[in-house]
């Protein structure tokens, strides 16, 4: 039996990739396997959490215990989080949420012929959902992830203040052995207050359980509701 440490807490968490359509045959999407988002559902589960799994589009099947709600666009993303922000403890960001999308949505599909000479797709930047949600934020545990190809504490803990978060995993995606697709990942936990926990390589699952360790830390011990 493992511990119950979560008991009763509701644990919201993200994952996967999203897609943002160019017309009606092509998006815009991103490496995220959704490895790491499920993997911290299923333990926040295991650890006695009632866990709803905001998810993009991944193959990985829903987790028995866990309520999956699937989406496609950030956009999605962002309405599916927001209206259960109010009723969760604890926010877990691991999804790879795109940053930009196109501006106009092609109904028709882009033809070659028609753009022979090439194509120039203009992008948009999408909002923030992080930084929105922590501005709504009441008695919230918020936890972000931070995708980089340069490990640097400075843009981390500058990542950590701007999306005003608790608690920031910040995963080097260069690795072949972390970051997107794998089944293990090598994190440094940076906390609000200036803690920096590097974590060996790890399966997901383990790095899954020290990042809920800190957020028991957190949140403090389960009350009964
Ligand atoms: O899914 P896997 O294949 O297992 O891969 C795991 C992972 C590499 C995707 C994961 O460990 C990870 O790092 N997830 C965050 C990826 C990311 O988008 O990082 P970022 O540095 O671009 O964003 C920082 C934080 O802001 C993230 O918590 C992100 O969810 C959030 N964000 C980003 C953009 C946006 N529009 N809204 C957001 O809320």
Redesign the pocket.
């Known amino acids: 039996p493992g511990k119950s440490d979560l008991a009763g807490v509701r644990v919201l968490v993200?994952?996967?990739?999203t897609r943002e359509a160019v017309d009606p045959v092509r998006f815009l999407t991103n490496?995220?396997?959704?490895?790491?988002?499920f993997a911290v559902a299923r333990a926040a589960r295991d650890r006695g959490a009632q866990v709803v799994l905001v998810t993009g589009p991944?193959s990985l099947a829903d987790p028995p215990g866990v309520e999956v709600v699937r989406v496609e666009t950030?956009e999605e993303m962002r309405t599916a989080l927001r209206d259960r922000f109010a009723a969760c403890d604890v926010l877990v960001?691991?999804?790879?949420?795109?940053?930009f999308r196109p501006v106009g949505y092609s109904p028709a599909k882009l033809k070659k012929g028609e753009h022979a000479g090439g194509l120039r797709l203009e992008l948009e930047p999408?909002?923030?959902?992080?930084?929105e949600l922590a501005t709504l934020r009441s008695q919230q545990v918020l936890v972000?992830?931070?995708?980089?190809t340069e490990a640097s504490l400075d843009r981390a803990r500058e990542?950590l203040r701007a999306?005003g978060v608790d608690l920031l995993?910040l995963?080097d995606?260069t690795q072949p052995d972390a970051?997107?697709?794998?089944d293990t990942?090598r994190a440094i936990l940076l906390g609000r207050s200036g803690e920096v926990e590097p974590l060996p390589l790890l399966r997901?699952e383990e790095v899954a359980h020290r990042l809920l360790d800190r957020v028991v830390a957190l949140h403090g011990p389960t009350t009964p509701r």
């Open positions: 993200s994952a996967g990739p490496r995220s396997s959704g490895k790491m988002g991944v950030a960001m691991a999804a790879a949420v795109a940053d999408t909002r923030d959902i992080l930084s972000g992830f931070a995708a980089e990542k999306k995993v995963n995606v970051g997107f697709e794998v990942n997901k």
